[in-house]
């Protein structure tokens, strides 16, 4: 089983960039982010599996994205015109090498600590 490390998060200018990445102790197969605001249910952001094909929630889509380097085991998530709306606790999370499956973030059980993002008007 690996665990995951998060670097990055902090506060943001509405309309401004920030990036969050996530490194994994062993190899996996999908990895991807969560996040989760004061008051509303937890939402997927961004996932990636080992390949580099993509999937992305529709309020970010366009404006986020989300690379992984598997010799690594570390994904990126670049967020690029950022809104207040983007403000949450963002998870990294990540299934291992031998899924091979669809990588829907339902499926990703191992589970970083979290990042805040603060995007202030």
């Known amino acids: 089983q690996v665990d995951l490390m998060e670097f990055g998060g902090g506060p943001v200018q509405d309309g401004g960039s920030l990036r969050v990445s996530c490194v994994a102790s062993?190899?996996?197969?999908?990895m991807g982010w969560f996040r989760q605001a004061p008051g509303k249910e937890r939402e997927g952001v961004a996932v990636?599996?080992?390949?580099?094909?993509?999937g992305y929630g529709d309020p970010v889509k366009d404006r986020f994205s989300i690379s992984k380097d598997n010799s690594k085991n570390s994904a990126t998530l670049e967020m690029n015109k950022l809104k207040p709306e983007d403000t949450a606790i963002y998870y990294c999370?990540?299934?291992?090498?031998?899924?091979?499956?669809?990588?829907?973030?339902?499926?990703?059980?191992?589970w970083g600590e979290g990042v805040s993002v603060t995007v202030s008007s």
């Open positions: 999370a990540a299934n291992g090498p031998d899924y091979g499956g669809e990588c829907n973030l339902k499926y990703l059980e191992i």
């Open positions: 062993g190899d996996t197969y999908c």
């Open positions: 990636v599996d080992r390949d580099g094909y993509t």
